[in-house]
């Protein structure tokens, strides 16, 4: 991802945040070591505090790097020592460029929107120290104790359902979030309008909108150049996140007014009441920037973990468009099985979407019509570029909705250039070696009737993560997927579940005689 410095705002950055209350959430430790802020003075001459001109201002003033901690019972009259800390909303305001702050163990209790924006208005305090580079980027993340993170958990579950009650709004630039757990918001867990900013390892949950969502700070932001660019989410878990219609809510959403250079890797999403991700584009604001995901998963979207679903949620995995307008998306090593709709779906999008080591597995359990592969729905043509593709059905699906069983009947859809890839038609794999045109339609097109020779399954286990819930009725088992698949790092580590199987056909098939589709068994694939 190319790191593009942008322009220096012609006006005061200022940080803006509204909230009560305060803490919580994981347990891994972080690569960044606790701060060594002099607990035995809040002087700024602390053994690890340094002075660096600011650069954005005036280069006669001067800025002390200090790391401060904020706590779930600190307040305004701490001095933001680990013996004093400051509440959330002072550590942040006070909070230099370059420095760190560490929150205490705890659960963080908020009933309004906890905000750092770079908008001017009368109600905002005036930050002296805008960040507009990466050497000046500011973290937030939980304190070490005994060698581990502190658990750490947002909690906005007081909030009523509202589109302006956001959990966190970062619609500033340069900052990284990572490490806690966020629940409960009246809308999206976190949103994201700013631009170089990093959520890393956040577990985002039971919210009343999408759990990350990335778009434009405010309305009077009309073009791509003013929205979200250059942000990356990584290894962060987006699930049952549900509002009362069931047609809004999905894992992660960068759509509609979002910019370049934007990053999901190793995020997963499942049990979201809408899809697993949603990059939709509207008519009346136009394309939106590339998007980039890899090292991905999306799975039981459509409902969530405890049966909540409504007639007007989705359900597919990975939704890459919308309104027949093109935006060139990128994909890679990312799995889709067990949605209720479609597996992988350009929604539309007539853009050349490049779509590459993915496997798409037993979507579809509700709308037995659904693919495991949609590339030129509601098009009349489709250059998508394909390669090491693996679409599979083993058998039978079960609706969760009505219980109604069926054959497994995919039908993928799929319009472009393809090399080294299987899909699958009705009851059927069909195979494509060498690069080719490829057209669903054509008979000349659509590929070679395959079947394994040894009758073998692609995979070496598919025993689901998650048991699938069914309308109103909750899943028996809840699994913690934020832990259960990711190792120390936080990286994607799915173990022999839907690793391909090297003892059958599929192992070899990929280009250069490597698997078929994607790879996620022991990390994240740079």
Known sequence: MKNKML????????LFLTSCGQTSSNNNVSSLEESSFNETSSSVTSETSSKESDSTSDSSVTVVKKDLY??????REGDGSKENPYDFITGVKNLTYGSTLYLLGGTYAFNSSQTITSLITATDITDPHPANSEEQRRVITPAIRDGKQEKVIFDFSSMSYSSSNRGISLNSDYWTVQDFEVKGAG???IYIGGNHNIVKHMDVHDCS???????????????????????SIINCTSHDNHDPSGEDSDGFACKLTTGVGNLFDGCIAYNNVDDGWDLYTKGDSGPIGPVTLKNCIAFNNGITSYGVGTANSDGNGFKLGGESIAVPHVVDNCIAFNNLATGFTDNSNPGTIRVTNCTSYNNGVRDLDANNFDFCRDTATSVNYFKNLLSYCDGYRISPIDGVKAKSNSRDEYKGTVSHSIFYSGLSMLKFDAIQD?????????????KEPNGLSPFVSTTTPQPQASKDVPASVHNDIH????????????????????????????????????????????
């Open 187 to 189: 809308d999206n867990g």
């Open 438 to 450: 490829c057209d669903y339609t054509l008979s000349t097109k659509c590929g070679t009737a395959y």
């Open 7 to 14: 322009k220096p705002l012609l006006f005061s950055l200022t």
């Open 70 to 75: 904020a706590s779930s019972t600190g307040n």
């Open 483 to 526: 832990t259960l698949l990711r190792d120390e790092e936080g990286n994607v580590k799915l173990g022999d579940f839907l690793k391909v199987n090297p003892n059958s056909a599929f192992a070899t098939l990929g280009e250069n005689s490597t698997p078929l589709g994607a790879d996620l068994s022991g990390g994240n694939k740079e």
């Open 209 to 231: 909108d999408t759990g990350i969502q990335l778009g434009r700070r405010q309305s009077k932001d009309t073009t791509i150049e003013s929205w979200p660019s250059y942000n």
